[in-house]
C-alpha cells in the first residue's frame, strides 16, 4: 500500500468515514485502498493502474466516495477528541501501526487509539513477537486467577508483553501479574472492546493507569466515545490474538470470548495452550474442549516461555518430571496430558495425606503440600479423570482412593 499524500490527521479521519459506509468493513476497505494505491487514490477515484481494478472493488469504491462527504465532519470530530484525549492516533500506513496486525488482511482495523506506548516487543512481524496473551472467564476461580497472575508475572520477568482484554476475572489478573515485575522488563497491553472514554469494565479505571505508568499501552479501534457493544469484544478478541506469539487460555467455559480468541489464534497460526482443569467444572469446559481439538497443555509457566526460547527458573520441567505431573505433549484421557498412571506415587501420596481421609478445598490442598495451582489443578484434573478424587461441590474435593 503506497503512502497516502493525505494529512495524518485527514487520512484516520477519511478511514472512519469509510467504515460508516454500510457493507465496507476492514477487509473490503484494506481491499478497495490497496486497489486504488491508498486512501487518496480513492478520495479522487482515479486507481494508478485501472487494469488491475475489478469491478467489485469499483463500485465499492464510488459507493465510498459518495458517503464521505456526510461521514467526514463526525469523523473529524472523533479525531480531534483523540487528540485532546492525548491518544495517539496510527493508520496503515504509520510506521507506528504493529506490523503482525498489518498482516492480518480480514481483521486488521484501519485506524488504532493508543494510550501509552506500545512495546517495542509487540511492534515486530508475527513471527518475530515477543508477546503472549492470557485470556478466560470473567467469573473465574482463585486458583486459576492466581495461575493467571503467575502466568504473567514470569512471562514479564522474561521480558514478554503480556496481551489482554482488561476484562474482569483472567483478563485483569494477567495484567496485574505482569505489573509485578518492575518496569523495564517485560509489559502488559489491553485491548478495549469500545473507546477510551467509555472503558468497560468502569471499575478498571485505575488498572488502566498503572499500565501506562508501567510502560504498557491500551488499544482500541474504536474512537474515544464509542460504547461497548457485543460485537466489537469479537473484533476486539482478534487483535488480542494477532498481537501475541502465544495464546494461553487459562480457564474458559462453552461458549466464550475466551474460545473466540483462540479459534481467531488458530486461523492467525499462533500457538494456542489450555489449562487443563476439572471435566465438571462449568468454568474451565471449554479449555477442554480445546485440548480435546489439539491445544498444547498449559501446566505452569515453563510451557509458556518454550514457545519463545525460553526456560523458567521458578519451575524448570525437570523438577515437574520429579514431582509426577506429566510434560505437554503426552497422550492421555480426554485431551489432558498423561494421565494419573503418570503421577509419580510420592505425588499421589502427598495428596492423599493432605485430604487425611475427608474433604478438602483447593485452597487447603494447596497449603498442605505445597504445589503450585496450576500442578495441583492438573494433578486433581488427571486423579478425578481415573476416579481417585471425587468433586462434592463448592470448590470442595473428597479421596477416594
Known amino acids: ?65 459518495a458517503s464521505l462527504p456526510a461521514s467526514l465532519p463526525r469523523a473529524r470530530r472523533e479525531i480531534a477528541e483523540a487528540r485532546a484525549a492525548g491518544l495517539r492516533v496510527a493508520c496503515w500506513e504509520d510506521a507506528g501501526y504493529p506490523p503482525a496486525l498489518l498482516e492480518d488482511g480480514r481483521g486488521a482495523p484501519p485506524v488504532l487509539f493508543v494510550a501509552g506506548e506500545i512495546p517495542a516487543q509487540v511492534m515486530l512481524p508475527s513471527q518475530q513477537l515477543a508477546s503472549c496473551a492470557l485470556v478466560g472467564t470473567r467469573k473465574a476461580s482463585q486458583p486459576a486467577l492466581a495461575l493467571a497472575r503467575d502466568l504473567a508475572r514470569s512471562a514479564a520477568r522474561h ?73 466489537h469484544f469479537l473484533r476486539r478478541n482478534r487483535l488480542i490474538a494477532c498481537l501475541a506469539r502465544v495464546v494461553g487460555v487459562v480457564e474458559a467455559g462453552v461458549p466464550s470470548g475466551a474460545l473466540n480468541t483462540a479459534s481467531h489464534a488458530a486461523e492467525l497460526g499462533r500457538t494456542v495452550l489450555a489449562v487443563p482443569g476439572r471435566p465438571q467444572d462449568v468454568r474451565n469446559r471449554g479449555a477442554l474442549e480445546l485440548l480435546r481439538e489439539g491445544a498444547t497443555p498449559l501446566i505452569d509457566a515453563s510451557d509458556l516461555l518454550h514457545h519463545f526460547g525460553l526456560s523458567s527458573a521458578e519451575t524448570p520441567r525437570a523438577e515437574l518430571r520429579e514431582r509426577g505431573v506429566a510434560a505437554p505433549g503426552a497422550a492421555g484421557v480426554s485431551g489432558v496430558p498423561g494421565g494419573s498412571a503418570d503421577l509419580a506415587n510420592a505425588a499421589v501420596a502427598n495428596l492423599a495425606d493432605a485430604f487425611r481421609g475427608g474433604e478438602a478445598t483447593v485452597d487447603q490442598l494447596g497449603l498442605a503440600t505445597g504445589l503450585p495451582a496450576s500442578e495441583l489443578l492438573a494433578s486433581l484434573a488427571l486423579l478425578e479423570l481415573e476416579g481417585r478424587v471425587a468433586a462434592t461441590g463448592g470448590g470442595r474435593y473428597r479421596w477416594r482412593g
Do not use: F
Open 1 to 65: 500500500m503506497s503512502v497516502s499524500v493525505l494529512p495524518a490527521d485527514e487520512l484516520a479521519a477519511h478511514y472512519l468515514a469509510a467504515q460508516a459506509t454500510p457493507g465496507v468493513g476492514p477487509a473490503r476497505l484494506r481491499a478497495i485502498t490497496d486497489a486504488y494505491g491508498g486512501m487518496a487514490g480513492v478520495v479522487s477515484g482515479v486507481p494508478p493502474a485501472p487494469e488491475r481494478v475489478d469491478a467489485r472493488s469499483s463500485h465499492l469504491a464510488h459507493v465510498v466516495l
Open 159 to 231: 521480558g514478554l508483553v503480556v496481551v489482554s482484554g482488561l476484562a474482569l476475572g483472567i483478563d485483569s489478573a494477567a495484567h496485574e501479574g505482569a505489573l509485578e515485575v518492575p518496569a523495564g522488563s517485560g509489559a502488559t497491553m489491553a485491548v478495549l472492546g469500545g473507546g477510551h472514554g467509555r472503558l468497560h469494565p468502569a471499575g478498571n479505571r485505575g488498572l488502566v493507569e498503572r499500565i501506562l505508568r508501567h510502560g504498557g499501552a491500551v488499544l482500541s479501534e474504536w474512537p474515544p466515545a464509542v460504547n461497548p457493544q457485543p460485537h
